[in-house]
């Protein structure tokens, strides 16, 4: 164990008395350089704080971060916006099988890995800035095609080109990128919890839009005079539309507003920094005072921060909470109040964040190449791009992700089942009268409403006690749909899904942030997302699925995909059509009923073979719980907190404690905020460099 491993432990309150007699005795045999931990301990975080002050540490942040968040809100309506809908609206209007769906969109799948690939490479080059204009340019033009192209050329151009080209590069995580170096670790969770409120605010907003315009707008046509837009535009093409709007918003937004900075708080470094640090002191000898403290972790352009909410207004907000340690009259309640000195400094502490600009490309430690000459000498800069992944593969961190990555696939799953399975299966069987993608905004609002309280009241708590639990949940929520095939049971199993999710989800972000190593965030989320190589597969699964047991009726639905539902009488014959034009059906030909009828859903079809839906739902869940089992297994590793001869990191290892692990309890005393510590054993190749400005 590294000294600073220790040091970091019984600051964040995780070392026992035992562990402080190993590093007393390691430090006399001179196994450990005895720094000044002193000083380090005295700029260190507090082990935990409440639910209040967490709120108010965030809402202190820079407007950046607010601008970091509306971004990823918008980015939300533009690309689930199109996710949802994609399904249905390439098997109704452009008249394309279920399986030949699901393979167009694994296609699709496999080229947004490689794009994204390459968008984790060019964000750690070119910044989050220029990735982002670049990527919305891009797809402005590939939602152009979707919304308005007629033909199966444009379809394919825009999934296999164009939108691979913008939209991908926007879906590796590149803002969570930014918001990484916008926040500190303790309002990382919180952060990232509002992050995923407000995507899924988004998505939920997108949802209901959505099965508001299928309800409420009609189909309308534009002739031959306007050109290219001519053709009828159904309630779902009109929805890509106003994705397309979105995209041109999100692109001025991006253009005119963000920026690439990076956010410091001397009471809450991230633990490389103070690494960093300490190496530096080893190097020079110096005396280890303030001011060379904080000359080794802030660059000189650093400035104090303009907050999201002004602190006048947050005193207004949070009188007790948001102290000033200046304030006599303050500091003289405090006394009063009883309170020990712990708790009145606890109380009394606030940030002070100052930013300063990210350095990217030929500034960079990572790639300290010029930028003529990376250019000029392209087998240079593929070299240290390699030798990169390769620095990023051989550490343990990169492992924990990639590990609990593909441990999760199976129960991600239940994501694309929810986008790919769901709306066919409601709107087949139910009629397309079923407001099916408000159905599925239950697990959007439910995302967007408690995310945020599970941060604000589980800082603190070690990550995996929420994790665990969370992955049961949802694992077994398929049960409630497969027991009830219909539109209740389709709810339930969004909630009870949801419940899980935000259990989880959020809070593995969080903990895959903070084991990024600064300045290869991009890299290191690309690598992390390797479960991403799967989802191809996922999809091209559904696909089959869907044609397996939720049959299409094709027969009794017209090109643009509306049921044949309205009887009408022509000269004397009565027929089926749809809203649009006449399918061919004979009400005669359905039954022998008094009353002509028409099918207003695929049961009702003449020609439709029933399929038993529940038996899917049956092996999703199954399915699905392979993932907190695995998780488990790998639970000792993933957590930290032992080495390769402890057990091959106590995955090989059973005890009581370990055991209840499979429900989130701590295996052991050495069980800890790993991530809290996860850049200090880098490779001396991620330290910012002396020649940086201000070290």
């Not at 694309?416 to 905004?441: C, D, K, M």
Request: glycine share 6%; proline share 5%; net charge negative.
């Amino acid at each position: 164990m590294q000294l600073s491993t220790i040091d970091s432990n019984r600051r964040n309150g995780y070392i026992d008395s035992e562990d402080e007699a190993d590093v007393s005795e390691s430090r006399q045999r001179g196994e450990y350089p005895d720094t000044n931990q002193d000083h380090i301990k005295s700029r260190s975080r507090p082990a935990f704080i409440s639910g209040y002050e967490s709120i108010v540490r965030f809402l202190l942040l820079p407007r950046q971060a607010g601008v970091v968040l509306l971004l990823e809100f918008l980015n939300s309506f533009r690309s689930f916006g199109l996710r949802i809908v994609i399904y249905n609206y390439i098997t109704n209007e452009y008249g394309i099988t279920d399986t030949q769906a699901g393979k167009i969109l694994g296609i699709k799948g496999v080229v947004d890995i490689i794009f994204g690939l390459l968008g984790s490479i060019l964000v750690d080059i070119m910044g989050v800035r220029k990735v982002s204009v670049l990527a919305l340019s891009i797809a402005m033009i590939g939602r152009t095609l979707v919304a308005f192209g007629r033909n199966r050329m444009s379809l394919f151009f825009a999934l296999y080109f164009f939108s691979p080209c913008g939209d991908s590069l926007l879906a590796i995580g590149i803002y969570r990128v930014a918001l990484k170096k916008l926040t500190t670790p303790l309002t990382r969770p919180l952060a990232f919890a509002v992050s995923y409120a407000a995507w899924n605010l988004s998505s939920a907003l997108a949802d209901v839009v959505v099965d508001k315009m299928r309800n409420s707008v009609s189909d309308f046509e534009l002739d031959e005079s306007y050109g290219w837009l001519s053709g009828v535009y159904t309630p779902i093409r009109q929805f890509i539309v106003v994705t397309w709007v979105f995209v041109i918003i999100t692109f001025f937004i991006a253009f005119c507003f963000l920026r690439d900075e990076t956010v410091i708080d001397l009471d809450d470094i991230d633990d490389y920094d103070t690494s960093s640090q300490t190496c530096q002191e080893n190097r020079g000898g110096a005396d280890n005072n303030d001011a060379r403290w904080m000359n080794s972790v802030v660059p000189h352009d650093a400035t104090p921060s303009i907050p999201m909410i002004s602190r006048r207004i947050l005193k207004k907000w949070f009188p007790t909470q948001f102290p000033s340690s200046t304030d006599d009259e303050f500091n003289e309640q405090l006394r009063n109040s009883g309170l020990d000195a712990d708790a009145t400094i606890k109380l009394a502490s606030l940030p002070n964040y100052k930013v300063y600009k990210t350095i990217y490309g030929d500034d960079s430690a990572v790639y300290n190449v010029s930028l003529d000459r990376r250019f000029g000498n392209l087998c240079i800069w593929v070299s240290k791009f390699l030798k990169q992944i390769v620095t990023v593969l051989v550490h343990q961190n990169t492992w924990k992700v990639l590990i609990f990555g593909f441990a999760s696939f199976s129960v991600a799953m239940q994501w694309t089942a929810s986008e790919i399975v769901l709306p066919p299966f409601l709107e087949r069987r139910y009629g397309e009268s079923i407001p099916i993608y408000t159905i599925q905004s239950i697990n959007l609002f439910g995302c967007l409403i408690m995310p945020p309280i599970v941060g604000a009241l589980t800082t603190g708590t070690e990550d995996f006690q929420i994790v665990m639990p969370g992955l049961w949940i949802m694992a077994c929520s398929p049960i409630f749909i497969a027991l009830l095939p219909n539109v209740f049971g389709a709810c339930v199993w969004q909630l009870v899904l949801t419940i899980g999710e935000v259990l989880w989800s959020p809070r593995q972000d969080s903990w895959t942030a903070s084991l990024a190593p600064t300045g290869m965030e991009g890299l290191f989320f690309a690598v992390g997302s390797a479960r991403s190589i799967l989802g191809p597969l996922g999809d091209v699964v559904m696909g089959a699925m869907n044609e397996k047991y939720n049959t299409n009726c094709l027969d009794c639905r017209d090109q643009y995909g509306h049921f044949c539902q309205n009887l009408s009488n022509s000269n004397g014959t009565l027929q089926c059509v749809s809203i649009q034009e006449s399918c061919g059906l004979f009400p005669s030909a359905l039954g022998d009923d008094t009353v002509p009828t028409c099918p207003t859903t695929c049961l009702e079809c003449p020609t439709w073979e029933p399929t038993d839906p529940s038996a899917f739902w049956y092996l999703l869940m199954l399915f699905s719980i392979l993932t907190p089992l695995s998780v488990w297994v790998f639970l000792p590793f993933l957590r930290g907190g032992r080495d390769r001869n402890d057990g091959c990191y106590g995955v090989f290892r059973m005890s009581k404690r370990r055991l209840l692990g499979i429900c989130g309890a701590k295996n052991d005393a050495r069980s800890s905020y790993d991530h809290v510590r996860a850049h200090e054993s880098f490779d001396s190749e991620f330290v910012v460099s002396d020649d940086r400005p201000g070290v």
